[in-house]
């Protein structure tokens, strides 16, 4: 039954009618919407729709209910079959459906902005290759609502999913964007503001598993770092090994993938002035020695995160992964 709710939350029943060309005026009453009965043969507006309560009633032939009872009757449909139907109207607008079309629309969009092109050069970011393996794009702002209501999404269900703000604004203006994917899937996208915004975004939901876990895995040596932008320059760079946890804490998700099987585990985690990430890079270290896992801190100069050091020094990084200390 909650996916009953769920599912009717999802279409509301004005938006499907106006969607079958509908046509109504409001009422003197608060969302009631009036027009001729697409139930039987109305040659009077008597169909009132309560858009509010997602109610119907006709006051020619008497029929009324929901949206389930609605498709019931016009489709002439069981009311299991009306559900199964009503699924495959919204399978389009099913969540991966939409991220998948909103990272494909920022990848394109990033092409056509140079100051997001410039920040990725400036962060030493310039493999086009890898910008497109990575799926990278750039989130412009105010543009996204209008793409994805053209391709039938509904205004509410956008704001539901995070990627629009209830003033229809992109939740992302404004930021690079990295969608993170599991098993082929968008779980979630990743925001760097090139502004003055802060810094840091993702979707209200889960971050998912270690970033590009299903490449990394089969390595024995594996680099562990905090942000995406430090995953991209040590792929960039050769360092096919590296994971990221989207922060300094790991999910259970997370630490069961880099604890599934005997490997070594390199820690390069940002050099904050506070040692906020040394710290976490410390107690990481020491619950995956725990669980029989050999990690190794690396220390990078202060002021540091792997992105900058290695964009400065290249082959320093190199060798400070060679002289990684075994914890
Ligand atoms: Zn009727």
Redesign the pocket.
């Known amino acids: 039954m909650q996916d009953l709710e769920h599912l009717k939350q999802r279409i509301a029943l004005l938006d499907y009618l106006q969607q079958r060309n509908w046509t109504s005026r409001p009422t003197a009453r608060q969302q009631e919407f009036v027009g001729l009965?697409p139930?039987?043969r109305?040659t009077r507006p008597?169909?009132y729709v309560n858009a509010r309560k997602n109610l119907f009633y006709?006051h020619?032939?008497g029929?009324g209910g929901d949206l389930i009872r609605f498709v019931e009757l016009s489709e002439h449909l069981s009311f299991r079959q009306s559900l199964a139907f009503l699924e495959r109207q919204i399978a389009p607008a099913d969540d991966g459906g939409v991220m998948e079309r909103t990272a494909a629309f920022y990848q394109l969009e990033l092409h056509r902005h140079p100051e997001a092109v410039q920040y990725l050069q400036q962060r030493g970011l310039r493999d086009p290759a890898l910008l497109e393996e990575l799926g990278i794009g750039y989130a412009p702002g105010g543009n996204l609502r209008r793409h994805l209501t053209s391709q039938g999404y509904s205004f509410d269900w956008l704001v539901h999913t995070g990627l629009i703000s209830s003033q229809g604004r992109d939740t992302f203006c404004r930021r690079v964007i990295f969608p993170c994917r599991q098993h082929d899937q968008i779980v979630n996208l990743y925001g760097r503001s090139i502004g003055a915004a802060f810094p840091h975004r993702l979707l209200p939901r889960s971050k998912g598993g270690l970033f590009a876990w299903e490449s990394v895995r089969h390595f024995s040596t594996v680099i562990l770092v905090e942000g995406l932008f430090d995953l991209a320059v040590l792929w960039q760079a050769g360092f096919r090994n590296t994971t990221c946890a989207l922060g300094t804490h790991l999910t259970p998700l997370q630490f069961q993938q880099l604890a599934d099987r005997p490997r070594s585990i390199y820690i390069v985690f940002d050099q904050d002035k506070n040692h906020a990430g040394q710290q976490a890079a410390q107690q990481l270290a020491q619950r995956l020695a725990g669980a029989g896992i050999s990690a190794h801190m690396i220390p990078l100069p202060p002021g540091h995160d792997p992105n900058s050091y290695l964009f400065a020094d290249a082959a320093g990084f190199t060798l400070c992964l060679q002289q990684a200390h075994p914890l």
């Open positions: 009965c139930l039987h109305d008597s169909f006709c020619g032939c029929q």
